[in-house]
């Protein structure tokens, strides 16, 4: 349903047009019912509950305590293998060999040494085949019974839900504001864009779709329907739209099989590339980059048909080879191949976003003689480019006074590599004068504050989201480089898959790592138990879901510890049903079942391409322990992945991501204080209207407050 979808990205309830009543006892079971699971309602969001029918009362609390339990994880069961996790699991080694003996139990007798021996000798011993391994031995209400109800601690969670407008016009709302964002999106927000848009194609559409992959989103619907198509100025812009109805990736990141058009959707996309050629025959230079995609489109749109759209059908003769143009970034690639630096940028000026992303090849590369001529053609292309990709230099600037201890390269599909770093620093004083001038006109696009700024100090580490494309979708899930911190005494990572055909075994590991990122051990399936860390124990078939765990108590001694999923056998990320994962903060003498909704502190989705996901780190510095968001995948093998083959892999792409220096929240807020009233948040409320900067916001901020929270963080980007 798409309200649940409204809530579960806005943490607002849209408001229910049904009929007025008495509602008051459905409100006091929601109320309940949400902070069992770690939420809390305004009161303005009871008092509309409360004064609705009892039908459509029970159906918004329904859709209510729905969308918040599928949020942070909560909708399927969590069952552990062994029942009294985290206690009662055993030694590994002494576990194996139990079930080996039931392996070889002859007669109804006890297996001896020698027997086992010979089973193993035999080299026919697999564990996955050994009696009870890697499959439930109780059910999930067994386990419930099995422990205590959950005891209550002040450090829970507890997030606020709001009332909103009408569905119509929240969607709407959200519709806007996400076709409108100025950075790209990841997939969950790309899906929901796409559905907004279909609820939203008669509604009010945003001014600007300044990401083109956004426009693609919209534009398929728009073709499919019928409608105009909007914002198309590239040819470009018509190849993702291909891609992006064919079901194939809008971002070209990687060649899609195109699908049969009908006749009038390759009439609106014929006429959109005639119209974009004929405005402006120098696009026609953007064909050669994706020459081999055009021709696939081309053999699927039939242009040489169409006549009336001679412009079109240069596109493909240019993909074909029978017509040559130069384009833009070919120019500028032979300079430097000539060694012309400062002809190179002159080249790249047309384009002041490519030229600003070549800004550090080209500085690099200038002699001295030239690198006045660059560093003006850079300053001049500031004032051109977007936000997003001035914030992206002010970052990129901020890491190359020396190099790196690693370089990590990590693509739209959060897959990491590591190679060293070979480039010569940037001088201090040239980075020293970049950053003055990028400082500048990114403070000068801050827009001014109406109201004072009031700045929850939590998200000053939360890293600027420049890009969705280095996050996932989930519950309080920060972009890549954010650091948040971690209360509480214990730490409970979990890991939860449903398979969709075949048996498919994902494995919960940590790997330990001291203060040099060498490793200090590890937990997995191998070794369920290490400085105070205990495993949950190994599941190997999830044709019903099933959950792994893993508790990390805050003393243990490693400096970063790194929770990982493996996938060990069987269906991807992005082929199983359902996988997730997540941490719970707990105290140590917490009681409850393995997994409890209102611990959960973040849940992220696990889809992408590789077969090793590194969600998060956990590090233990100055400020205590921190959980620093990663969002990168590993390739690993095809089957038969462990944490012991990968720990030099994975200790590298933590170091990089570690060492880096992010641009965070905390640096707008500094350029805000240069000319606003800003106050950091201490938990009190304000006498006068606000604008609050926070993870979430507080209640009964007083009226004609604006507040920014993590599903808005977005909008403080400059345009």
């Keep these: 349903m798409l309200e649940q979808l409204i809530i579960q990205k806005t943490l607002r309830v849209p408001a229910s047009t049904g009929p007025a009543g008495d509602g008051t006892p459905v409100a006091r079971q929601l109320d309940a019912a949400l902070l069992d699971v770690g939420f809390s309602a305004s009161r303005a969001l009871l008092e509309h509950v409360g004064a609705l029918a009892p039908a459509p009362a029970m159906d918004l609390a329904a859709t209510v305590v729905s969308a918040v339990r599928e949020l942070v ?97 929240e969607a709407v709302a959200l519709y806007l504001a996400l076709a409108g964002s100025t950075t790209p999106h990841g997939e969950a927000d790309l899906a929901l864009l796409s559905r907004l848009a279909v609820a939203c194609v008669d509604s009010a559409q945003p001014a600007e779709i300044p990401v083109r992959e956004h426009r693609a989103v919209l534009n398929g619907v728009r073709l499919v329907l019928g409608r105009p198509l909007v914002g198309v100025d590239t040819t470009t812009d018509v190849l993702r739209l291909a891609c992006h109805v064919s079901g194939g990736d809008g971002s070209l990141a990687t060649p899609t099989r195109f699908r049969s058009f009908r006749r009038p959707e390759r009439r609106i996309l014929l006429a959109a590339l005639n119209e974009v050629v004929r405005a402006s025959p120098a696009k026609l230079g953007d064909v050669t980059r994706y020459a081999e995609r055009w021709k696939r489109l081309g053999e699927r749109l039939h242009p040489h048909e169409h006549a009336q759209w001679p412009h079109a059908r240069e596109v493909f003769a240019v993909a074909r080879g029978e017509r040559r143009v130069h384009n833009l970034a070919g120019r500028a690639e032979a300079a430097f191949r000539a060694g012309a630096i400062a002809p190179a940028a002159s080249v790249l000026s047309a384009a002041p976003g490519l030229l600003l992303r070549s800004a550090d090849r080209l500085l690099r590369l200038a002699p001295a003689s030239e690198r006045a001529a660059v560093v003006e053609a850079v300053t001049d292309a500031l004032g051109s480019a977007s936000g997003r990709v001035l914030c992206s230099l002010r970052e990129h600037v901020g890491n190359r006074l020396t190099p790196a201890s690693a370089r990590m390269y990590a693509n739209r599909s959060r897959r990491a590599w590591i190679g060293p770093d070979e480039r010569p620093p940037l001088p201090a004083g040239l980075v020293a004068q970049l950053t003055s001038l990028l400082d500048a006109e990114i403070s000068a696009r801050l827009p001014e504050p109406a109201l004072p700024l009031l700045v929850d100090p939590d998200v000053l580490d939360v890293a600027l989201p420049l890009s969705g494309k280095a996050s996932a979708g989930g519950f309080a899930v920060l972009p890549r480089g954010s650091r948040a911190p971690v209360s509480g005494e214990l730490l409970r990572f979990f890991t939860y898959w449903r398979q969709t055909s075949r048996r498919t075994d994902f494995d919960l590991s940590v790997l330990l790592l001291d203060e040099q990122f060498n490793t200090a051990g590890q937990v997995s399936y191998t070794n369920y138990h290490h400085d105070g860390i205990v495993h949950s124990g190994d599941i190997t078939d999830a044709p019903n879901g099933a959950t792994e765990f893993i508790d990390v108590p805050l003393t243990v001694s490693a400096r970063y510890v790194v929770p990982q999923v493996y996938i060990y056998s069987g269906e991807s990320f992005d082929e199983v049903a359902e996988s997730m994962f997540g941490y719970q903060t707990r105290t140590r003498d917490q009681r409850g079942a393995p997994f409890e909704a209102r611990t959960v502190r973040a849940r992220s989705d696990l889809r992408g391409q590789g077969r090793i996901a590194l969600p998060m780190v956990f590090a233990n510095g100055e400020r205590g322990w921190q959980a620093v968001w990663l969002h990168l995948y590993l390739q690993g093998r095809p089957n038969f992945n462990r944490v012991e083959e990968n720990m030099f892999s994975t200790a590298d792409r933590v170091r990089a991501v570690l060492e880096r220096r992010y641009l965070t929240v905390s640096y707008l807020v500094d350029l805000w204080r240069e000319r606003a009233e800003v106050t950091t948040w201490d938990g009190r409320l304000p006498d006068e209207p606000v604008t609050f900067i926070g993870i979430d916001a507080p209640a009964d901020l007083p009226e004609g407050s604006q507040t920014y929270t993590l599903d808005r963080l977005s909008e403080l980007i400059p345009g």
């Design 73 to 169: 994880g909560d909708h399927v069961q969590h069952n552990a293998y062994f029942i009294g996790f985290p206690h009662d699991v055993p030694d590994t080694v002494e576990f194996w060999i139990s079930r080996l003996r039931a392996a070889v139990l002859a007669g109804g007798n006890t297996a001896t040494d020698a027997q086992l021996r010979d089973a193993v000798v035999s080299g026919g011993v697999n564990l996955l085949d050994l009696p009870g391994y890697g499959t439930y031995q109780h059910t999930y209400a067994e386990l419930l019974a099995a422990h205590d109800a959950l005891v209550a601690s002040a450090g829970d969670r507890m997030t606020l839900l709001r009332l909103g407008d009408t569905a119509e016009v």
